[in-house]
């Protein structure tokens, strides 16, 4: 198992933190079901409730940002804040930047849980469960 801090450095660039491959990520909006290297199922625990967090932490840097840019601004601008300019750009940093950061915040997740659960039952290779089904990849048949 990779350390904390390179499995973070992994998700940042969008690969599976366990092994580092690519191609976890099928669209912008869509992760594979497995990491196509390692095997790592990507969907760690109940299928309804895993990703909240990834959606929490997505929001909350999100609009994190946003409002940082709009207070550095509203300071810098002082005492003649272009108020209308302030607002417009305000409400599309809040609406775009979840959307941007949306694959990162599942990636960063993923290493955040890998990071305190490194094997669950359906991981294949590392430290996974020796009952887990066979992983079937079909570029490895080639």
Known sequence: MPSVPRMFGRAALLRCPRCGGSGIMRNWLKMAERCPTCGLALER???SDFWIGAYVFNLAFGEGIAFG???I???ATHPNQPWT???IVGLLLAVILPFVFFPFSRTLWLAWDLSFRPSEPGDVGGNSDVHAPPFNDPSRHK
């Open 73 to 75: 601004w509203m300071i």
């Open 45 to 47: 625990g109940e299928h």
């Open 85 to 87: 300019h302030i607002e």
């Open 69 to 71: 840019v709009l207070v």
